[in-house]
């Protein structure tokens, strides 16, 4: 065990109970007496200006000065207000760009250092910083060509944060794997890793301008969400230039009192630009909370900050889908049967009842508007099902899941009478017609049979002996001739019935 993680474990909990934050002592009448004396102990450290404010005003303090990691957490839980409050989520959200800045010469100094070139080799103005997260601020600048831009910057010294934040990380988790019996079914190991593996990467920004400028492509296809051009000469391991986002930041609590917005419209699009970008092409901006949206009315949406990217597999792509699907169509034998065939719910489980607890879940809230659903209990119903079945966590599903639940709150914020399953509902339905129609399933049959003629010729041209080469050479020759007119035949089928 590391000392100096162990040292910040406790310093965190010590930073925590001296702002009243652990348990608040808002929610004192709620509790029983055990509880409610072990709630005081905890706040004897308690006193002074940390423990003023709102429960979420003290939270936030106390986060910030907790470092990336802990911000981070309450980046996602501002997302929530259904469930923690408005009030509360509200005060939470300052820590979603509105961190106290490091000064702007230091930005300058960082930003020639990194590019190593002189400011002037590629800005004529370079400002004060616009935005400040946990990781990184953003400045105005203005290139020589006259297009304005956004100039993000690292922190000074938060790699060497990170790597502290991550060694307690690793540690908390271990000792909740160890101790906390059933919290293991929540691979706590293994969603510390992924999660310290994504804050790793968020470190690089050149891997950011990737993920921006292969998603600002993604999201081209569909509309619902648009990303800015990336500035290739602008980026650096510790600097990201990316042209201006326009419209305002949603995290702007005034943005949503505009007249001109649709708001319906708006919610709908935050859910389908999630959906297709994970569903058709298996990449998805995977932190997207208010902080890193603009809007424009009517319905413009505009989102920033690609230092979280998810990805999805084939088979994880299929059974999103098909889940997702089987929800919006109220099939919850198919849906059941999904989580067996994925592995989600392991094989000596009986098949109807989950169908019969996925009912439980589904049919309360299906056609209800956001507004009329208690999310805080639905959330608390699907976690005793998990454990009822003995689902366990699975660590390639984490940002997913994540950003499943963000993007559903920001949704809720923007339209509290918003429709998950309306607003879900087309871009799944594409998603069946295109991968799961008989033309599909022609189409991927006619796959199947050209890797198999590929996989035969490279047999039949892997020879011991010249004489053999020829023969065998012949024989794949004429294999593939035929395997190829099948894959032909097959195709042409495939295009009549799409056409």
């Known amino acids: 065990m590391s000392l100096s993680a162990f040292g910040r474990l406790i310093a965190a909990g010590w930073t925590l109970a001296r702002a009243d934050a652990l348990i608040p002592r808002e929610i004192d009448p709620l509790l029983p007496p055990s509880a409610r004396l072990a709630a005081a102990i905890l706040r004897l450290p308690a006193g002074g200006a940390a423990r003023r404010g709102r ?9 910030e000065t907790l470092g990336p990691v802990a911000i981070k957490l309450g980046q996602f839980l501002s997302t929530r207000a259904d469930i923690l409050g408005a009030e509360f989520a509200a005060d939470l959200s300052r820590l979603k760009d509105r961190l106290p800045p490091f000064p702007t010469e230091v930005a300058r100094a960082e930003v020639a250092r990194a590019l190593g ?38 922190r000074p010294g938060v790699e060497q944060q990170v790597a502290r934040d991550a060694a307690a990380l690793r540690l908390a988790a271990g000792l909740v794997e160890r101790l906390v019996a059933p919290a293991r079914r929540l691979e706590p190991n293994l969603f510390a890793a992924t999660v310290i593996r994504a804050l790793e990467m968020e470190l690089d920004l050149r891997f950011e301008a990737a993920g921006a400028d292969e998603l600002r492509a993604v999201m081209a296809r569909d509309a619902f969400m648009a990303a800015p051009v990336v500035i290739w000469d602008g980026v650096a391991k510790r600097v990201l230039t990316q042209e201006w986002a326009g419209g305002r930041p949603l995290s702007d609590a005034a943005v949503l009192e505009d007249p001109a917005l649709d708001r319906k419209t708006l919610a709908d699009n935050v859910i389908r630009a999630f959906l297709a970008q994970a569903l ?24 920033i900050d690609f230092g979280i990217v998810g990805r999805l597999g084939p088979k994880e792509q299929k059974f999103l889908a098909e889940i997702l699907y089987g929800f919006i169509t109220r099939d919850y034998e198919r849906t059941a049967a999904v989580h067996f065939e994925a592995g989600y719910v392991p094989a000596h489980h009986d ?10 879940v589904g049919e309360p809230v299906f056609g209800r508007a956001a507004s009329q659903v208690s999310m805080g209990r639905l959330l608390a119903q699907l976690f005793e099902i998990t454990a009822l079945f003995d689902m366990h966590l699975r660590p390639e599903l984490v940002l997913l899941q994540k950003t499943m639940v963000t993007v559903e709150g920001v949704a809720r914020r923007i339209d509290p009478e918003h429709d998950l399953w309306a607003a879900a509902e087309p871009i799944v339905r594409r998603w069946i017609t295109r991968e799961l129609s008989p033309a599909a399933r022609i189409r991927e049959l006619a796959e199947e049979v050209h890797r198999a003629a590929r996989a035969i010729i490279t047999l039949a041209e892997s020879p011991p002996a010249p004489t053999v080469v020829i023969e065998r050479d012949r024989s794949g020759r004429a294999v593939w001739f035929a395997l190829g007119a099948a894959t032909a035949g097959l195709a042409a089928v495939a295009g009549w019935l799409i056409g």
Do not use: C, M, W, Y
């Open 55 to 63: 429960p979420g005003e003290r939270l936030a303090r106390a986060l």
């Open 351 to 360: 098949r109807a009842a989950f169908a019969q607890a996925l009912r439980a």
């Open 280 to 303: 058709d092409h298996g990449v998805f901006h995977a932190d997207l909370h208010e902080g890193n949206l603009f809007v424009a009315a009517p319905a413009g949406l505009t989102a």
């Open 117 to 154: 070139k002189p400011l002037e080799a590629l800005f004529s103005e370079f400002g004060e910083p616009v935005g400040s997260a946990s990781l990184a601020q953003a400045h105005s600048a203005i290139l020589n060509d006259g297009r304005r831009v956004a100039v993000k910057v690292l």
